[in-house]
Each structure stands twice: as C-alpha cells, then as structure tokens.
C-alpha cells in the first residue's frame, strides 16, 4: 500500500566505485523527497522530484524520478567516505511516509 | 537561522512511567512533525500538528499524543512506557504545505528500563 521499499538494504563499497539506491512504489507516486542520514545525525533534506522522468543532479549525486512515477533512483558517482550514511526516499500521501532506507558503507 | 531543536537531549524511564518530550521548530515553519526511529531501523511517522491542530497519526496506540502550542512548538507525551518504546524519536519542522521539505532535529533518545 503506502509503504515504499528501498533496495538494497545495505551496500559496501570501496572509494571511487560508484553507488545506486533504488525506491520502488506499487502506487503512483506525486513527488518523491531524498533525504541522507549520517550515523548518528538525523536526516537532512537533499533534494524533491515532481515530475515524471526528471532527472536532477548535485555534484556526484543524480537523482532520478521514474516515468511512470512509480519508481525513484539515487547514484552516486565515485564515492568518497563523506557518502557514508543512510539514504531515504520519502512519499507525500497525506503525511511523509519515509522509505526503509539504503546504510552505505565506504571504505578507504 | 536557528534550527529545528529539542529537548531533553536524552531520557532514560522505567517501564509504565511517562516520558513528555519537545521540539521547537524554525522560525516560521507552522508544521510540526513526529517520528520514532528504534535502533538501525527506519523512520515511523507518529504524528503531524499544523496551525494548532493534529492533521494525521501513525499506526502508534493512543499513549501516544501530543499538541502544538500557539507558538507552534510542539510536546509529544508516551504514557505507561513499554521497553520497545525505547527509540530515537525526531521532531521536524516545515512550511505549511504537503511537499515541503522537513527540517529535522537532533532527537531524543529514550531508554526504557
């Protein structure tokens, strides 16, 4: 129903390979929010997506927002070890339903 | 720009007590938002006060409750605490508007003992 899965759970990756987390919804979706969590921080807002197929970048990260609404994406290019934390996506319903989350692990 | 803060920073209770929690938004941010994070999980939506008023609950049990003030800070009360109350539970502010983006606090942790 609401609910919107994330995959993967977790991933590793060394520094410089490249990362992408994945935001799945059976519902059409109106927008979608990326929020990133550092351990032991809270989650700060990182970017919205409206419309279908948009496609938004910030330096290394590309936000991607799917055609049918349906889907959402994040990649990173080139990690570096500020990347590690937790990764949300979060839907608009009639409240902010956030994803179950994507925890990156860089490793030097 | 202040941000979004809340007090205590953390609070330890022992099971069936009451454990009152708050949060003051940013400036001119008029929504507050409720979420408990347990430990490495996710972010459960609990509660959402607009203009004063309670707009939509989570799926959390009636122990759970809450108010904003005139000032739009906002309290969230847990009555007879269980152990799995035990969490992180964040406070956000935001813009009146459905996809405005939130602005986050550094949370409360609670342990329940």
């Known amino acids: 129903g609401q609910q919107v899965m994330q995959i993967p759970q977790y991933q590793h990756v060394q520094e410089g390979e490249d990362f992408t987390t994945y935001c799945n919804s059976s519902?059409?979706?109106?927008?979608i929010q990326w929020y990133k969590q550092r351990p032991g921080g809270h989650p700060v807002f990182l970017i919205q997506l409206v419309k279908s197929g948009e496609v938004k970048k910030q330096k290394r990260l590309t936000f991607q927002f799917g055609e049918a609404k349906k889907n959402s994406s994040l990649h990173i290019t080139a990690t570096q070890t500020t990347d590690v934390g937790t990764y949300f996506c979060?839907?608009?319903?009639?409240?902010?339903?956030f994803g179950t989350g994507t925890r990156l692990q860089v490793f030097p | 720009e202040a941000g979004v803060t809340q007090s205590p920073t953390h609070l330890i209770k022992t099971r069936g007590q009451q454990a009152t929690l708050r949060c003051s938004p940013i400036s001119g941010h008029t929504s507050v938002y409720w979420y408990q994070q347990a430990l490495g999980l996710g972010l459960q939506f609990l509660l959402w006060y607009d203009e004063g008023e309670e707009r939509n609950r989570g799926n959390f049990p009636p122990r759970f409750s809450g108010r904003q003030f005139p000032n739009y800070s906002s309290e969230l009360n847990v009555n007879a605490l269980e152990l799995e109350d035990s969490a992180l539970y964040l406070c956000a502010s935001s813009l009146q508007g459905r996809y405005s983006p939130l602005h986050f606090g550094n949370g409360t942790r609670l342990t329940v003992t």
């Open positions: 979060a839907r608009v319903i009639d409240k902010l339903i």
């Open positions: 519902t059409t979706l109106s927008n």
